[in-house]
Nanobody
């Protein structure tokens, strides 16, 4: 299973980006999909996750109300819409998957598959 995250870039405070995570090698239907990020000098942290059918989404408090996670199983792709971006959102964003379908975890060690990351930089 290979995950590839893309869509990052440089935006100003208050701007928006849409990240995508394309998966190949296996259908994502049986997987919880998640987004994590790692800022400069920081540990990797949970951002958002979505259950196998897109029915439930979970967010870190720091992004609640600004970010939206979604998925399209037919396209084997997950998305993260980032709105009202702040400088503290600057990080490398990673997508990940683990085979639990509907039991979401924020613990990165539980995720089996990872993408390579895409850089998001928010200027002040």
């Amino acid at each position: 299973v290979q995950l590839q995250a893309f869509g990052g870039g440089l935006v100003q405070t208050g701007g928006s980006l849409r990240l995508s995570c394309a998966v190949s090698g296996r259908s994502i239907r049986n997987y919880v999909m998640g987004w994590f990020r790692q800022g400069p000098g920081k540990e990797r942290e949970f951002v958002a996750a979505v259950t196998w059918d897109g029915g439930r989404a979970y967010y870190a408090d720091s992004v609640q109300g600004r970010f939206t996670v979604s998925r399209d199983n037919a396209k084997n792709t997950m998305y993260l819409q980032l709105n009202s971006l702040k400088p503290e959102d600057t990080a490398v964003y990673f997508c990940a998957a683990y085979g639990a379908m509907a039991v979401v975890t924020t613990n990165p060690s539980r995720y089996e598959y990872w993408g390579q990351g895409t850089q998001v930089t928010v200027s002040s």
